[in-house]
């Protein structure tokens, strides 16, 4: 994939750092974002990156605490994953299948910008995720985040 196929479908690649980059803007504050990643009623609704909702979501969000995603699919993909940071509404960071993730997010003029990064550990692992789609199905939920916190009504 070049570099502008990249930026087209909604994420960026760093070779030399073997991460990563997807960034979207909410037209909601950074509690309404950050809640959205940390609420398993909200999560549930956004996660898959074909939209459907999840059969299962458990979150103990603490640092050190796990989370597990299942999908609804007939494979029942099993995601899960340890949180290192918990920084109320500002960071998340999560380690999940040798990954890190970090997730920022930034207060703006019209809401929030999140910045996810996804690092992998060596030029193999990292090459594994740009061959299996991590990438684009990564960017889909992103979008979904954002279709769904936009579309979510305010207090």
Same mark, same amino acid.
């Given at each position: 994939?070049?570099?502008?196929?990249?930026?087209? $479908?909604?994420?960026?690649?760093?070779?030399?750092?073997?991460?990563? +980059?997807?960034? #979207?803007?909410?037209?909601?504050? %950074?509690? /309404?974002?950050?809640?959205? @990643?940390?609420?398993?009623?909200? *999560?549930? *609704? @956004?996660?898959? $990156?074909?939209?459907? %909702?999840?059969?299962?979501?458990? !979150?103990? !969000?603490?640092?050190?605490?796990?989370?597990?995603?299942?999908?609804?699919? &007939?494979?029942?993909?099993?995601?899960?994953?340890?949180? *290192?940071?918990?920084?109320? %509404?500002?960071?998340?960071? *999560? &380690?999940?299948?040798?990954?890190?993730?970090?997730? +920022?997010?930034?207060?703006?003029?019209?809401?929030?910008? /999140?910045?996810? &990064?996804?690092?992998?550990?060596?030029?193999?692992?990292?090459?594994? !995720?740009?061959?299996?789609?991590?990438?684009?199905?990564?960017? #889909?939920?992103?979008?979904? !985040?954002?279709?769904?916190?936009?579309?979510? %009504?305010? $207090?």
């Amino acid at each position: 994939m070049s570099l502008a196929q990249a930026v087209a $479908a909604g994420f960026a690649i760093d070779r030399a750092r073997h991460t990563i +980059r997807f960034v #979207r803007d909410f037209a909601a504050p %950074p509690a /309404m974002v950050f809640d959205a @990643w940390t609420t398993a009623e909200d *999560l549930t *609704l @956004w996660w898959d $990156a074909t939209g459907a %909702p999840l059969a299962e979501c458990e !979150l103990d !969000l603490r640092p050190g605490g796990s989370f597990r995603f299942v999908s609804v699919h &007939e494979d029942m993909h099993v995601f899960t994953g340890t949180y *290192l940071e918990v920084v109320s %509404p500002e960071r998340l960071v *999560l &380690e999940a299948n040798g990954l890190i993730g970090t997730i +920022r997010f930034a207060e703006t003029a019209g809401g929030t910008r /999140m910045t996810l &990064e996804i690092a992998a550990s060596s030029d193999e692992h990292f090459q594994h !995720l740009l061959e299996t789609g991590v990438a684009e199905g990564t960017s #889909r939920t992103c979008d979904n !985040l954002v279709a769904y916190v936009d579309g979510k %009504p305010r $207090a």
